[in-house]
């Protein structure tokens, strides 16, 4: 199988699969840093204390996993029919895709812990800011992050190039049944809170589960993004 061809062709443009990422996570680092010296400037140890606890749900970091987000949509919207003009099988593409992924996956988990563990060591780079420190990426011991930001960013890559291939597999039929369909569980789950004690009481419980579960969720996302992935890839549609 030809999966080597599939890596390069998804890496063939460094700065793309590995530049930018990090340059747009160094300039929202350097943004966080400046924030953080003027906060502290101005009001000083208590300062640094409050804004270190608020700043556990700080989504800079996003600057970061939002490119990674629309791997798994840039994989099958823009190499999928590129890979089979070139003669590769939907085999060879779907395991070296899965390859990349799980590369991908594993690089920028490793970035993040590193960044974690640095800026644990030295108070928030002194200013006691978050910007790995974060919820969305663990805020227990490091290899809780290492965890965390693996199967977070496998998952929205799998999941996304599940939409995109099912796209490719219905046309624009599904992109109606998707976005119609999720409104109405947005709505379901907007009017549950509302209007249920019982819904809003479940939801607090689910909202409460213990790291461990929230891992096995997502973990469950990723599975089933690559089990409908590898399904309709088979089938889909070169767009």
């Given amino acids: 199988m030809r999966i080597r061809n599939v890596v390069q062709l ?29 906060v502290v400037g101005v009001g000083g140890a208590d300062a640094r204390t409050g804004m270190n606890t608020g700043m556990q749900w700080n989504g800079a970091i996003f600057a970061l996993l939002g490119p990674l987000i629309g791997f798994g949509f840039i994989a099958m919207g ?12 939907r085999r060879e593409f779907a395991a070296g ?17 590193i ?15 978050r910007f790995f420190d974060t919820f969305y990426t663990g805020i227990g011991a490091w290899w809780q992050t290492l965890v965390q930001t693996f199967l977070l960013i496998l998952a929205v890559m799998l999941v996304g190039a599940a939409i995109t291939t099912a796209f490719h597999r219905w046309g624009q039929s599904f992109l109606w049944v ?21 819904f809003r009481a479940a939801a607090m419980d689910v909202l409460g ?9 997502i973990a469950g996302f990723a599975a089933l993004g690559a089990a409908v992935w590898l399904t309709l890839v088979r089938r889909a549609q070169a767009r």
């Fill in 97 to 113: 895709t899965a390859l990349v992924f799980v590369g991908n996956a594993a690089f920028y988990a490793a970035v993040v812990t």
């Fill in 209 to 217: 589960m213990a790291w461990g579960g929230w891992m096995v969720v």
């Fill in 115 to 129: 960044g974690k563990v640095v800026e644990v060591a030295t108070g928030g780079f002194g200013l006691g800011v």
């Fill in 178 to 198: 998707f976005w119609i369909g999720l409104a109405a569980v947005v709505l379901a789950v907007v009017a549950g809170a509302l209007l249920s004690d019982a």
């Fill in 10 to 38: 998804h890496t063939v443009n460094r700065l793309q699969a590995f530049g930018w990422p990090l340059v747009i996570m160094s300039l929202s680092l350097t943004i966080t840093l400046i924030i953080g010296a003027l």
């Fill in 78 to 89: 823009q190499y999928f029919p590129l890979a089979l003009g070139l003669g590769l099988t």
